[in-house]
Antibody, heavy 121, light 106 residues
Framework: EVQLLESGGGLVQPGGSLRLSCAAS????????MNWVRQAPGKGLEWVSG????????FYADSAKGRFTISRDNSKNTLYLQMNSLRAEDTAVYYC??????????????WGQGTLVTVSS | SYELTQSPSVSVSPGQTASITCSGE??????VYWYLQKPGQSPILVIY???KRPSGIPERFSGSNSGNTATLTISGTQAMDEADYYC?????????FGGGTRLTVL
């Protein structure tokens, strides 16, 4: 059974940093693309960043470029999102989502339960 | 940047057919994916690559994509189908989601 468990969310002041983790199990982690998707309170889904399983390429939304860094540790089956220079508008539930293949352009077939990030003074 | 447009809300009576649309420039040239999300829950993939259903998704869910519009169709809509629905596509190695459509089953 595929499981994705996010952690690392919490309250942080504007300008601060936070690192999110997503522990994966139930599939061969290194073979699949992985993504971070966020959802601000009462709003829709917004893709943040992705990491392909093939080639190890990384991709970012414009809102994340230069501030967020996605990484993965295949030995620990864990995906990370390092978030720096956080802003109030980064407040959201952050979901980890597995891609259905190693390619970057694939469906998100499994999602974690999400971790809440609140940026406020 | 590429945009996907969805109607904010759709209402349907139980047992009837619900159609949820997603529009974008030349959307038919790309694969479209559909997700449903119930309050307080994580999204679930219901359609991938325009018209394919993942294992476990009921046959009443179907999809199509042509021209500038993709459509998610729910035949024989049930009360349990009430949810927010999001379309998604890829644009030059970035992911774009539509704004979401709230389906109400009256």
């Amino acid at each position: 059974e595929v499981q994705l468990l996010e952690s690392g969310g919490g309250l942080v002041q504007p300008g601060g940093s936070l690192r999110l983790s997503c522990a994966a199990s139930g599939f061969t982690f290194s073979s699949y693309g992985m993504n971070w998707v966020r959802q601000a309170p009462g709003k829709g889904l917004e893709w943040v960043s992705g990491f392909s399983g093939i080639g190890g390429n990384t991709f970012y939304a414009d809102s994340a470029k230069g501030r967020f860094t996605i990484s993965r540790d295949n030995s620990k089956n864990t995906l990370y999102l390092q978030m720096n220079s956080l802003r109030a508008e980064d407040t959201a539930v952050y979901y980890c989502a597995k891609a259905s293949s190693g390619s970057y352009n694939a469906a998100f077939d499994y999602w974690g339960q999400g971790t809440l990030v609140t940026v406020s003074s | 940047s590429y945009e996907l447009t969805q109607s904010p809300s759709v209402s349907v009576s139980p047992g009837q057919t619900a159609s949820i649309t997603c529009s974008g420039e030349k959307l038919g040239d790309e694969y479209v994916y559909w997700y449903l999300q119930k309050p307080g829950q994580s999204p679930i993939l219901v359609i991938y690559e325009d018209n394919k259903r993942p294992s476990g998704i009921p046959e009443r869910f179907s999809g199509s994509n042509s021209g500038n519009t993709a459509t998610l169709t729910i035949s024989g809509t049930q009360a349990m189908d009430e949810a927010d629905y999001y379309c998604q596509a890829w644009d030059r190695r970035t992911v774009v989601f539509g704004g979401g459509t709230r389906l109400t089953v009256l």
